[in-house]
């Protein structure tokens, strides 16, 4: 049986060839997040109000509503929002060119024939300018094959996220898509509190920051944006001393200063022989950076994943 080289599983899609229908989709997930957000009670650091990657796209995973719960899940195979409830109903929305404030309006309409009610803020956060989405008709490209790539892009990151949140025990975020800044991401965190983050995030209340980074935390994900095909991040706040000259890798890897973390371009890890092993190296290299600098109690906090190698064929005794 013929293999595939591991490269030829990560999509390719260069930022220049769909920055048009990149800003459409981070508006659409917006919507999308702030209904979530509407529903869900707090959890810290607001890991309530994310996306996660689903085999078809991106999902909300399941809303509470009154007595019953309803979820959205963007197809990005089939191109369109679907909304279910467990009342059995369902509703399609098209993914297509066309304004943001049409898909606004429909899917408002749609929850409204499920029976949902939902009053969301009506303007996009962390970006500028933050255009009302019932007045937006700026963003009104959406290119299906794009669309799909970097769900494609998404898939991969989310699945070698998930095996590095694996050798973490303490308190660690699910791998998570954050609709603020159109990005995927994975956050340990040391069990410290951390000084009051100043804020400072465009159309975005400083207090949303401060819960966000209320503990000692080193995160790492992925953004389509930061190099020619998006890129890997990762960071530490507070940043320890020395955080910026010590050694990760892999090769291509490098601290920026305008940005206050690690990056690593997403074609460095395409182009590898073995692109997991690679996004893996910086990974662990970049939480290394931050746990052993800001003096985490590693031991207690990781643990090797293999540990109970029986457990994958189902036994339970």
Not at 57 to 69: D, E, F, S, V, W
Not at 139 to 161: C, I, K, S
Request: proline share 8%; charged share 20%.
């Amino acid at each position: 049986m013929a293999t595939i080289s591991p490269a030829k599983l990560w999509p390719r899609l260069r930022v220049d060839d769909w920055t048009e229908t990149r800003d459409t989709v981070h508006m659409w997930t917006q919507i999308v997040g702030k209904i979530r957000l509407s529903q869900a009670p707090l959890l810290n650091h607001w890991w309530q109000v994310t996306l996660y990657v689903s085999p078809r796209g991106l999902t909300t995973g399941a809303i509470p509503h009154r007595g019953g719960m309803f979820d959205l899940e963007f197809d990005f195979v089939e191109h369109r929002l679907r909304a279910r409830s467990s009342n059995g109903g369902e509703r399609l929305v098209a993914l297509s060119s066309r304004p943001v404030a049409d898909f606004y309006q429909e899917t408002m309409r749609a929850l409204q024939e499920l029976g949902i009610e939902a009053t969301i803020g009506a303007r996009p956060n962390e970006v500028e300018p933050s255009i009302p989405f019932a007045e937006n008709h700026r963003n009104a490209t959406y290119d299906p094959e794009a669309a799909h790539l970097f769900w494609g892009q998404l898939v991969q990151a989310d699945r070698v996220m998930g095996e590095f949140r694996s050798h973490f025990v303490g308190k660690v975020s699910p791998v998570h898509f954050f609709w603020g800044a159109m990005d995927l991401a994975c956050t340990r965190f040391s069990g410290r509190a951390a000084p009051e983050h100043p804020g400072g995030a465009p159309n975005c209340g400083d207090w949303v920051m401060v819960e966000g980074y209320s503990r000692e935390l080193s995160s790492c994900g992925f953004w389509p944006g930061g190099g020619e095909e998006g890129a890997f991040y990762a960071y530490a706040y507070p940043e320890p001393d020395g955080f910026p000259d010590f050694p990760v890798g892999p090769d291509g890897a490098y601290y920026s200063v305008e940005n206050g973390q690690f990056l690593l371009p997403y074609e460095a890890v395409a182009d590898a022989e073995d692109p997991d092993q690679s996004l893996e190296q910086f990974l662990h290299t970049t939480y290394q950076a931050a746990a052993d600098l800001g003096g985490w109690d590693r031991k207690s906090l990781e643990d090797d994943p293999a540990r109970w190698p029986q457990h994958r064929h189902g036994h339970r005794r």
